[in-house]
């Protein structure tokens, strides 16, 4: 089967890529944004797939989906970034836990077209949580790091809250 144009140059990029990685110099590179979770109403960014069938006060079982807006500042409003899909699922008997599995997927600016994987364990009801960076693809190709997220706002009557996280990503600096 012929390969298309966009495949071959996406190919030839990351070959190009991986023959260059042991001179790849490593930094360090700082984000900071906003979630818009959006737990209710008649567009939610967070739909329950699997309901829990414990009687678990953890809600231990339950699993979602998510496509969140990703934005600069807090406001629903403000400057889009990109999109937070993946998803999570309470997994601990005993705490309200999740186990959170995501793809940041920048849409604007400097890093558009790229992505950042997060896989770890959020503990929801502390006041903030670390979690991991676990790879990303073209300017954070084989990215690693640690999220810091906390729960900015959280509005009950309307379901909809609105997640701070800063991430410190270890990445080449020839990740394209």
Do not use: C
Not at 65 to 76: F, Q, R
Not at 89 to 114: C, R
Not at 125 to 139: A, S, W
Not at 155 to 162: E, F, L, Q, S
């Amino acid at each position: 089967m012929a390969k298309s144009n966009g495949e071959a140059k996406l190919l030839e990029s990351v070959e190009e890529w991986y023959k260059n990685f042991g001179s790849t110099r490593q930094k360090v590179t700082k984000l900071h944004f906003y979630f818009q979770d959006v737990m209710g109403g008649p567009n939610p960014t967070v739909l329950k797939v699997v309901e829990s069938s414990t009687n678990s006060a953890t809600s231990f079982g339950q699993v979602s989906m998510l496509d969140d807006l990703v934005t600069e500042g807090p406001e629903p409003d403000s400057k889009k970034v990109g999109r937070a899909q993946g998803s999570i699922g309470f997994a601990d008997l005993n705490d309200t836990a999740l186990q959170m599995v995501l793809n940041i997927m920048f849409t604007e600016g400097e890093y558009a077209g790229s992505s950042i994987s997060i896989l770890g364990r959020n503990q929801i009801f502390q006041e903030y949580r670390e979690l991991p960076i676990v790879g990303g693809t073209g300017v954070f190709r084989l990215a690693r790091g640690t999220v810091v997220t906390n729960t900015y706002s959280f509005d009950t009557t309307t379901n909809k809250g609105v997640l701070e996280y800063t991430l410190f990503v270890v990445h080449g600096e020839n990740s394209t």
